[in-house]
Structure formats: structure tokens, C-alpha cells
């Protein structure tokens, strides 16, 4: 049904409580049913009734909320048209530095066309889950099984692990070949998936997963392997790492779970505790750091009986299911061990580098996307009868954060390169300081950007909902990635001592 056409004039003459009509960006709604419902109150509205309202519209609320209540929308204003761009899902932002350089129109030595054929299939997947997983975070509920299920289906799961074998057959987002699949495309993953902000929840879907999967990819024995791996990549059964302790974190020789074997030498019993696991409440299997006789071992833990899991409260969603997770004489098969006993460090250790990598690529677009936000506020916001852009101490802001920004994702792009080109050997030798030093600094620029950020935005800043909420949402959870996977101060040391070892003897001044 095609929608009327009005004049200005005719609006004006609906300027009551019970007949009340507003004008945004030159389209016509009927607020007289909707008066008394809108949560700030009558009054915002029938100050604007009969009037142009987009100013005042753009100033309170996200665009978002024209799209919810579009119910409202009568008709436009004749010979007028509107002036603000609506988003489309799956397109790309027009908006500078909202998008990495190469998909702003800049040359790359790094990306080809499988890459922009990925995102923008990704980008429409990630987009059609967005509200979605919006709802989740807000109601602070596990991610769904029927959610899961959809990233299985599009391959978003498998795709978070990195490029290997168990890819190779699939076809992946964008017609791209499992074999072809490499770092970068793992990239456009992981910032797509950022692009919900909805950190919490983020790490409730695959937070666990990316660091969990890769002990029984890489260690499993074949049939752990065939039995595990298809149905947590199709998104039917969840699985995390469980290696932090009430005792220890970054010290993983003072863990205290132990695993003792039976007598007839075919189970090993567990127990203890662990803590701060993320997606732990909701695993169906947990991959555990043990005290075996030999020495630190890991093993794959099923739930059952003698698990239990407690939800501990952090300063993100409960969506993420961060745990509290106690093992009370679970029976676990020998054939569970990941590696060989007394081995676990090698693979605990095993994983990382592309485990901080990941949270690289996580913390990179987090900063991009608030950014983005803050041009847009910075636009639209009047204060004081200018817009703040106009005032030079937000565009010294601006420039900060922009300028931080491009230089720490200039370096994730060449540390990706080195990825995608060295043996995991090579990585091993050459790429964990670099990747340490890298984290540190992010999380870093991280800080500056959250709180530049909330300068700028003000008490919308801190408040959950509404125009702010994504600048909240990193205030409030930025220190998730200074501290998981090692935290500030162990990444900065970890950065020098490998640079150590590479410091010529002969050095002087």
C-alpha cells in the first residue's frame, strides 16, 4: 500500500494530544495512539506536535527506533526528500574510518577479491543475527540452541578457529573453498561477528570455543575428534577451556585439580575446582588442566555426574556464562587425555598466539565501531547552538582516536601477513612477542578510546540503553581484554624477553 502525501501545512493542523502528528527527515508520523506509551514521557512529543521533530529525534534516539515503530508512519511530505541515510543490512558504512582501509576505497597489498566476497556475505549472516543476539545480552540468558544452530549452519563457527583440515570440503560465506580459507578471512569473521556489540554474549557463543576446540583438533585422538568436533561446529553441543583456578591464572604449575587413575588404569578420576570460565555454564564438554601422577596433563571432560557449574557475576552479560566450575570424583576415560601426560603445557601453551591474535582482531573492530559512533554524535549533537564537530577539543578527540585506531590495525594486518606465511614453527619462534606486545598496546589504546569516547558522549556514555550504549558497553568491558589471555603487565614482559632472546651478543653503543 503506497503511503499519502502531505504538506507542511497540513501537519501543523494535527497539533493536539488527541490528534498529534510529528515530521522526521520528511516522513509523517501519528503519535496520537503512541503519546502515552513513549518512555520519556508525554511531553518530548507534544512540545513537537504539528512541527519538523528530526533534530530533536536525532538527538535522543538511534535510527534504529524509527525502523520499530515504523507502524506510526502515515505518509511524506510532498516534493521533500529525506535527508538521512537509513542502514542496510549487509552494506558497508559510509562513514570514515567506520570500515578497515580497504574497504574504504584504499589499495591492500593483503586483500583479494575472496576476502570482499567473504565479508559481504558474512556481513548479511552477522546482520540477520544482530538483534537477535542483542536480545540475549540484554536479558543476560544462554545463547540459544536454535541460534547456534544458525552459525553452524553458515559455517561461522568452524570459520572462528582458523584456517586447518576441518575446513577443507565446506563451502564457506561468499562461495569461498574451505582450502582456501587463510587468516584474513578469519579476520573478517571475528569483527563481523564484533560488529553485534554485544561483548558479553560474543564470548558466551564462541569466546570458549576458540580456545577450546584447537586442544582437541590438535591433541584429541581420532575418534574424540570425530565424536567432538562436527557437533560443536554445527552448534550442538558447546565446549571451553578450564584451566584458571581460585589459586592460579596466568600461573598454570600452582593448578591444583587433580586426575587420578583407577586401578585398573582405565579412568582417571577428577577433582577441583576451576574458576572465571568462560562459557562454562554453558558446556556440554570442558577441556581441563590437571594434576595427573606424571605431571600437568589435559583432559577432555564430559558433563555428568560429579560437574557442576555456578554463574559468577562479572561486569559483562551473564550471557557469556562465565563459571565457576567444581569436578567432585568424575569418571573420565583414559582415552580423553589431549596429548601425552605430563604435556599439558605444551598444550595449553599450543594455542596462544592465535588465541590473542583472536582478541586483537575482537578489541580492533570494538574501537573501530565506537568510533564511528562518535562521528556520527559528533555531528548531529548540538550544544551550546553549534554541533559539537564544530567545537576543535572533539575533533582533537577525533583525531586520537582515529590516528590510534589505523596504527595498532596497520599492525594486526601485518602480523596476519606473518600468519599466513610462516609455518607454525616459524609463528612460534618469531610471532608470540610481537603478538604480546601487540595485545598490550591495544588494550592500551582500548583505555584512551573508551575514555575519550565517554567524554564525548557524556552521561549517554554510561547509561546501558539508547544512544550510548555502545560506548558503555566497551567502557564497561574493555578490561575483559586487558586482562584474559594474559594480562597487560605479563604481555609487556612477554614481548621484551623474546626480544631478549634475539639480542645480539655483540650489541653495543
Known amino acids: 500500500m503506497s503511503l499519502k502525501t502531505f504538506t507542511r501545512e497540513e501537519v501543523k493542523r494535527h497539533a493536539s494530544e488527541d490528534d498529534l502528528w510529528i515530521i522526521i527527515d520528511s516522513s509523517v508520523y501519528d503519535m496520537s495512539r503512541f503519546v502515552d506509551l513513549h518512555p520519556g514521557g508525554a511531553f518530548p512529543i507534544l512540545e513537537l506536535a504539528g512541527k519538523d521533530a528530526t533534530d530533536a529525534f536525532y538527538g535522543l534516539h538511534r535510527q534504529e527506533v524509527l525502523v520499530k515503530y515504523n507502524r506510526y508512519k502515515i505518509g511524506t511530505i510532498a516534493d521533500e526528500k529525506p535527508q538521512v541515510d537509513f542502514y542496510e543490512p549487509g552494506s558497508l558504512s559510509k562513514v570514515p574510518y567506520a570500515e578497515s582501509s580497504a574497504w574504504m576505497g584504499f589499495k591492500s597489498p593483503y586483500f583479494t577479491d575472496s576476502h570482499f566476497k567473504l565479508r ?11 538483534a537477535e543476539a542483542r536480545e540475549f545480552e540484554d536479558a543476560g540468558i544462554k545463547p540459544s540452541d536454535e541460534f547456534m544452530q544458525k552459525m553452524g549452519e553458515n559455517h561461522l563457527l568452524a570459520m572462528n578457529i582458523g584456517p586447518g583440515p576441518h575446513l577443507h570440503g565446506m563451502v564457506l560465506p561468499g562461495g569461498i573453498k574451505g582450502e582456501d580459507f587463510d587468516y584474513f578471512h578469519e579476520m573478517i569473521v571475528h569483527e563481523e561477528i564484533g560488529r553485534w556489540k554485544v561483548r558479553g554474549f ?8 576458540v580456545i577450546s576446540a584447537p586442544t582437541v583438533l590438535n591433541f584429541g585422538s581420532p575418534a574424540l575428534k570425530k565424536k567432538i568436533i562436527p557437533e560443536v561446529f554445527a552448534g550442538r553441543k558447546r565446549i571451553c577451556l578450564a584451566i584458571s583456578e581460585p589459586y592460579a591464572g596466568s600461573d598454570v604449575a600452582r593448578i591444583r585439580t587433580t586426575a587420578k587413575r583407577t586401578a585398573d588404569g582405565k579412568h582417571f578420576i577428577v577433582n577441583g575446582v576451576k574458576k572465571w570460565i568462560t562459557g562454562g555454564c554453558w558446556a556440554d564438554y570442558f577441556s581441563v588442566a590437571v594434576q595427573t601422577e606424571k605431571g600437568i596433563s589435559m583432559l577432555l571432560v564430559e558433563r555428568g555426574e560429579g560437574v557442576e557449574t555456578k554463574l559468577i557475576k562479572t561486569s559483562y552479560s551473564p550471557s557469556a556464562g562465565t563459571a565457576y566450575v567444581t569436578f567432585e570424583n568424575v569418571l573420565v576415560p583414559v582415552e580423553n587425555l589431549l596429548g601425552k601426560e605430563n604435556k599439558g603445557f605444551l598444550v595449553v601453551l599450543s594455542n596462544f598466539n592465535h588465541e590473542r591474535w583472536v ?9 573501530r565501531l565506537v568510533i564511528e559512533e562518535c ?24 583525531a586520537k582516536m582515529i590516528s590510534s585506531l589505523e596504527s595498532i590495525h596497520a599492525w594486526i594486518e601485518n602480523i596476519t ?22 595485545k598490550y598496546h591495544v588494550t592500551r589504546v582500548m583505555h584512551d578510546v573508551a575514555d575519550e569516547a565517554c567524554q564525548i558522549f557524556g552521561g ?10 555502545t560506548v558503555e558497553t566497551l567502557q564497561r568491558t574493555y578490561k575483559f581484554s586487558a586482562i584474559l589471555g594474559g594480562s ?18 655483540g650489541a653495543r653503543l
Open 417 to 438: 601477513f606473518q600468519m599466513n606465511n610462516m609455518s607454525y614453527d616459524e609463528q612460534s619462534d618469531k610471532l608470540a612477542g610481537p603478538i604480546a606486545l601487540c
Open 359 to 367: 582478541m586483537l582482531t575482537g578489541s580492533s573492530i570494538a574501537c
Open 120 to 130: 559481504a556475505a558474512v556481513r548479511k549472516v552477522c546482520d540477520s543475527l544482530a
Open 488 to 505: 597487560e603487565e605479563i604481555m609487556a614482559d612477554l614481548g621484551v624477553r623474546q626480544a631478549m632472546k634475539k639480542f645480539p651478543d
Open 202 to 209: 560474543d564470548d558466551g557463543v564462541i569466546g570458549g570455543m
Open 460 to 469: 549517554r556514555a554510561i547509561t546501558k540503553t539508547g544512544m550510548g550504549r
Open 375 to 398: 562521528f556520527k554524535w559528533a555531528n548531529q549533537r548540538l550544544v551550546f547552538g553549534k554541533r559539537l564537530i564544530d567545537q576543535p577539543v572533539i575533533r582533537n578527540k577525533l
